[in-house]
Protein backbone atom coordinates (compact mmCIF):
# COMPACT_ATOMS: atom_id res chain seq x y z
CA UNK A 1 0.00 0.00 0.00
CA UNK A 2 0.92 3.75 -1.05
CA UNK A 3 0.91 6.27 2.00
CA UNK A 4 -1.75 7.92 0.40
CA UNK A 5 -3.81 4.92 0.94
CA UNK A 6 -3.36 4.87 4.68
CA UNK A 7 -4.15 8.43 4.63
CA UNK A 8 -7.26 7.99 2.82
CA UNK A 9 -8.43 4.89 4.88
CA UNK A 10 -9.07 6.86 8.11
CA UNK A 11 -10.47 10.16 6.33
CA UNK A 12 -14.00 11.20 6.52
CA UNK A 13 -13.95 13.04 2.96
CA UNK A 14 -11.56 12.58 0.90
CA UNK A 15 -11.21 15.67 -1.83
CA UNK A 16 -9.70 14.53 -5.54
CA UNK A 17 -8.60 17.35 -6.76
CA UNK A 18 -7.67 20.50 -5.25
CA UNK A 19 -10.85 22.97 -5.70
CA UNK A 20 -11.66 24.29 -2.17
CA UNK A 21 -15.19 24.67 -3.40
CA UNK A 22 -15.62 20.87 -3.24
CA UNK A 23 -15.88 20.90 0.70
CA UNK A 24 -18.89 23.49 0.57
CA UNK A 25 -20.34 21.05 -2.16
CA UNK A 26 -19.78 18.24 0.59
CA UNK A 27 -21.38 20.21 3.19
CA UNK A 28 -24.41 20.57 1.03
CA UNK A 29 -24.41 17.34 0.24
CA UNK A 30 -23.78 16.28 3.64
CA UNK A 31 -26.80 18.19 5.07
CA UNK A 32 -29.47 17.32 2.42
CA UNK A 33 -28.54 13.58 2.81
CA UNK A 34 -29.58 14.02 6.57
CA UNK A 35 -32.19 16.03 5.81
CA UNK A 36 -33.77 13.75 4.08
CA UNK A 37 -33.12 10.48 6.68
CA UNK A 38 -35.16 13.32 9.00
CA UNK A 39 -38.12 13.34 6.47
CA UNK A 40 -38.04 9.59 6.11
CA UNK A 41 -38.27 8.98 9.69
CA UNK A 42 -40.97 11.64 10.39
CA UNK A 43 -42.84 9.60 7.19
CA UNK A 44 -42.07 6.50 8.76
CA UNK A 45 -43.56 7.60 12.40
CA UNK A 46 -46.98 8.81 10.56
CA UNK A 47 -47.08 5.75 8.07
CA UNK A 48 -46.64 3.12 11.15
CA UNK A 49 -49.51 5.72 13.29
CA UNK A 50 -52.07 5.22 10.38
CA UNK A 51 -51.55 1.81 10.56
CA UNK A 52 -52.14 0.73 13.83
CA UNK A 53 -55.30 3.16 14.52
CA UNK A 54 -56.20 1.19 11.49
CA UNK A 55 -55.64 -1.95 13.52
CA UNK A 56 -57.08 -0.96 16.32
CA UNK A 57 -60.25 -0.11 14.77
CA UNK A 58 -60.61 -3.04 12.47
CA UNK A 59 -59.90 -5.34 16.17
CA UNK A 60 -62.79 -2.98 17.69
CA UNK A 61 -64.90 -2.99 15.18
CA UNK A 62 -64.54 -7.21 15.02
CA UNK A 63 -65.05 -7.74 18.56
CA UNK A 64 -68.01 -5.77 18.89
CA UNK A 65 -69.56 -7.66 15.98
CA UNK A 66 -68.42 -10.71 17.96
CA UNK A 67 -69.94 -9.81 20.94
CA UNK A 68 -73.18 -8.71 19.59
CA UNK A 69 -73.49 -12.10 17.71
CA UNK A 70 -72.74 -13.94 20.89
CA UNK A 71 -75.57 -11.82 22.59
CA UNK A 72 -78.00 -12.31 20.01
CA UNK A 73 -77.62 -15.95 20.00
CA UNK A 74 -77.82 -16.10 23.76
CA UNK A 75 -81.02 -14.17 23.57
CA UNK A 76 -82.87 -16.21 20.82
CA UNK A 77 -81.33 -19.70 22.14
Same mark, same amino acid.
Not at 46 to 73: E, G, R, Y
Given at each position: ? $?????? !????? +? +?? +? =?????? !?????? *??????? =??????????? !????? *?? *??????? *?????????? !?????? $?
Amino acid at each position: M $AGTDFA !IEPAD +V +VL +V =NSNPVD !ILSTLK *LSKASYR =NMDQNIGWLVI !ISLQS *LL *LQVLSIA *LTSSKTINWC !IWQAKN $A
